[in-house]
T-cell receptor, first 115, second 115 residues
Framework: DAGVIQSPRHEVTEMGQEVTLRCKPISGHDYLFWYRQTMMRGLELLIYFNNNVPIDDSGMPEDRFSAKMPNASFSTLKIQPSEPRDSAVYFC?????????????FGSGTQLSVL | KNQVEQSPQSLIILEGKNCTLQCNYTVSPFSNLRWYKQDTGRGPVSLTIMTFSENTKSNGRYTATLDADTKQSSLHITASQLSDSASYICVVSSDRGSTLGRLYFGRGTQLTVWP
């Protein structure tokens, strides 16, 4: 299994531009999570999906952020317009139910720099 | 307030030595506690998962302990290797159900192993 696949690995953009991050979860996993990691705040949950349906998006910082999961094998996180304070590493993770001990499998992340 | 505090923030040890990382939490109700290892430029990888009924769990040279009464956990690394250099993140789940939507992350301990 290739694990959770994220693209791009690095993204550098200018303030005001639209940014789209992509994620392919592990096949068979029915939960997908988007996290953001910064030095100041550590890992923060942005949104998660169950069976392609958004369950909790309370961590999405503002309306500039949106996430979709059109099918079980693909999800996107979009920032429009981007701002310098959005600079962070964005992780996608997936899991499957396992009697309360679900393992989270993380991708390698997208390093986003907004200039 | 649900919080996870880790100490020390950073640690440097010599190869072959043992070390212990600490995690204190105030998350309630408690479901399980996880330790993750995050190599530089990679996503976190699960080391151990413990429920309230488990007070110790090993994964190779890694041994995690849990005291649910005092709400403390430790991660002991035996005979450290250069490849152990990473950030170690303590994560506490507050739901007794199966959702992973309520995970509380510590800020991590950055471990550096010197030859």
């Amino acid at each position: 299994d290739a694990g959770v696949i994220q693209s791009p690995r690095h993204e550098v953009t200018e303030m005001g531009q639209e940014v789209t991050l992509r994620c392919k979860p592990i096949s068979g996993h029915d939960y997908l999570f988007w996290y953001r990691q910064t030095m100041m705040r550590g890992l923060e949950l942005l949104i998660y999906f169950n069976n392609n349906v958004p369950i909790d998006d309370s961590g999405m910082p503002e309306d500039r952020f949106s996430a979709k999961m059109p099918n079980a094998s693909f999800s996107t996180l979009k920032i429009q317009p981007s701002e310098p304070r959005d600079s962070a590493v964005y992780f996608c993770a997936s899991s499957f139910l396992a009697r309360g001990k679900e393992k989270l499998f993380f991708g390698s992340g997208t390093q986003l720099s907004v200039l | 307030k649900n919080q996870v505090e880790q100490s020390p923030q950073s640690l440097i040890i010599l190869e072959g030595k043992n070390c212990t990382l600490q995690c204190n939490y105030t998350v309630s109700p408690f479901s399980n506690l996880r330790w993750y290892k995050q190599d530089t430029g990679r996503g976190p990888v699960s080391l151990t998962i413990m429920t309230f009924s488990e007070n110790t769990k090993s994964n190779g040279r890694y041994t995690a302990t849990l005291d649910a009464d005092t709400k403390q956990s430790s991660l002991h690394i035996t005979a450290s290797q250069l490849s152990d250099s990473a950030s170690y993140i303590c994560v506490v789940s507050s739901d007794r159900g199966s959702t992973l939507g309520r995970l509380y992350f510590g800020r991590g301990t950055q471990l550096t192993v010197w030859p």
